[in-house]
């Protein structure tokens, strides 16, 4: 059965019911009171009452993926926290990484991220000298990176740190960044540059 319904001028608008409903039932809708705001969709309760609501947008896993790092060595100060300045964005999709004054990644979608980043510092005096990298979220520890190289005065006194994982986020205003403490005391305390030195990374994983 159609239910049409004529324009006042021209035209019409057809409503079609099925041939038959689920079971035979009789079913019947009612209208919402009210028209909805812009962008709203037309939503049931399942009781047959409609009424306008806001439908969520999905996010497929690997929205917001981006990767930053370094073009230049960063000079760092030891037994005290250096944020690293992550200055070029390889790959920024939605702009949420700020490579200019704040230096960390702030996404808008909440949900849980994979997160990975990783400093090579160059300089360190003695294999004795240690090193740790953080992930900081909202200016408090998150995460720590562990050992994953070697120092020595003859060789360029290298170190390297990683950390790959999930982290949360509430999809306004947490943000992270990456800071790296040390106890190296010789003349050069440097976070290298370059694209596979000094670096983070990251997407999203699920949509809460």
């Not at 608008?13 to 099925?18: K, T, W």
């Not at 949420?96 to 990783?118: C, E, H, L, M």
């Not at 200016?139 to 982290?167: C, D, E, H, M, P």
């Amino acid at each position: 059965m159609t239910l049409k319904l004529n324009g006042s001028s021209s035209g019409s608008v057809s409503l079609d019911a099925p041939a038959s409903t689920t079971s035979g039932a009789d079913i019947t809708f009612a209208l919402p009171v009210a028209d909805g705001t812009s962008g709203q969709a037309l939503t049931t309760n399942a009781s047959g009452q409609l009424a306008f609501a806001t439908v969520g947008q999905t996010y497929p896993a690997g929205y917001g993926a981006f990767h930053v790092y370094r073009t230049a060595t960063q000079a760092t100060a030891p037994n005290a926290y250096t944020k690293i300045e992550f200055n070029v964005e390889g790959l920024d999709s939605q702009n949420w990484f700020d490579a200019s004054t704040n230096y960390r990644y702030t996404p808008q979608v909440a949900g849980w991220y994979q997160i990975n980043t990783k400093v090579l510092m160059v300089g360190f005096s003695s294999v004795a000298d240690e090193m740790f990298i953080q992930i900081y979220k909202n200016n408090a520890q998150a995460a720590i990176g562990v050992l994953n190289g070697f120092a020595s005065s003859s060789t360029g006194g290298y170190k390297t740190r990683a950390w790959g994982g999930l982290i949360e986020f509430n999809g306004s205003s947490d943000y992270i960044d990456t800071r790296v403490y040390h106890y190296n005391t010789g003349s050069s305390n440097n976070a290298n540059g370059g694209i596979g030195n000094t670096y983070m990374s990251g997407h999203l994983v699920h949509a809460t």
